[in-house]
Nanobody
């Protein structure tokens, strides 16, 4: 079993900044990818960003240049620094990870419970 716990959500004014974190715990051999999705009310969950074990990153066009993902492999933790926040960034942000629990084991996808980010004046 692998658990992902997000933190750092909250209320911020447009143009402000916020940093999210996600810590993975449990039986972990390796984390292939960690990243973030988000879901606004009435909308489908969408990809935001992810980072691979090798450090490669991808970003959705909507957040490129404003959000930065980083990792601390020793702590099995990923961070999302969000700058120049817009009202349309308001959503529940979900941590996601593809994890191997043992050598040669299958790769499974895990989700956190989500943390609310609200951008409003």
């Amino acid at each position: 079993q692998v658990q992902l716990v997000e933190s750092g959500g909250g209320l911020v004014q447009p143009g402000g900044s916020l940093t999210l974190s996600c810590a993975a715990s449990g039986t972990i051999f390796s984390i292939i990818v960690m990243g973030w999705y988000r879901q606004a009310p009435g909308k489908e969950r969408e990809f935001v960003t992810h980072i691979t074990s090798g450090g490669s990153t991808n970003y959705a066009d909507s957040v490129k240049g404003r959000f930065t993902i980083s990792r601390d492999n020793a702590k099995n933790t990923v961070y999302l620094q969000m700058n120049s926040l817009k009202p349309e960034d308001t959503a529940v942000y979900y941590c996601n990870a593809i994890v191997m629990t043992g050598v040669g084991s299958p790769q499974y996808r895990y989700w956190g419970q989500g943390t609310q980010v609200t951008v409003s004046s």
